[in-house]
């Protein structure tokens, strides 16, 4: 089983940057990709970024393309750099964990969740 514990949220002033970071515990058989998602208040959860097993290939959302980089250190670290936040991406971020080392989009792709954090920003 696989366990996600998210950090780095905080309440934040448009145009500033913010880092997200999640750490991964436990013991999977499987390689897996990894996954940022967020849900607004009153939205369904959407994807944010992606990055597959070795790091080598990423995937994001059109609304962040440019602004966000996921990155991943090691298989229990992974990192989510957010610059010139807007206020559109206020909500609660979810670290998420697939158990293939393929990127994926979708979030039905992921298996394994975290609690999530908040980021508020502020207009």
């Known amino acids: 089983q696989v366990q996600l514990v998210e950090s780095g949220g905080g309440l934040v002033q448009a145009g500033v940057s913010l880092r997200l970071s999640c750490q991964v515990s436990g013991r999977s058989s499987n390689a897996y990709s990894m996954g940022w998602f967020r849900q607004a208040p009153g939205k369904e959860r959407e994807f944010v970024a992606a990055i597959s097993w070795s790091g080598g290939t990423t995937r994001y959302a059109d609304s962040v393309k440019g602004r966000f980089t996921i990155s991943r250190a090691n298989v229990m670290n992974m990192s989510l750099q957010m610059n010139n936040l807007k206020a559109e991406d206020t909500g609660v971020y979810y670290c998420?964990?697939?158990?293939?080392?393929?990127?994926?989009?979708?979030?039905?792709?992921?298996?394994?969740w975290g609690q999530g954090t908040q980021v508020t920003v502020s207009s």
């Open positions: 998420a964990a697939t158990d293939n080392s393929f990127v994926q989009t979708s979030r039905a792709r992921y298996l394994y």
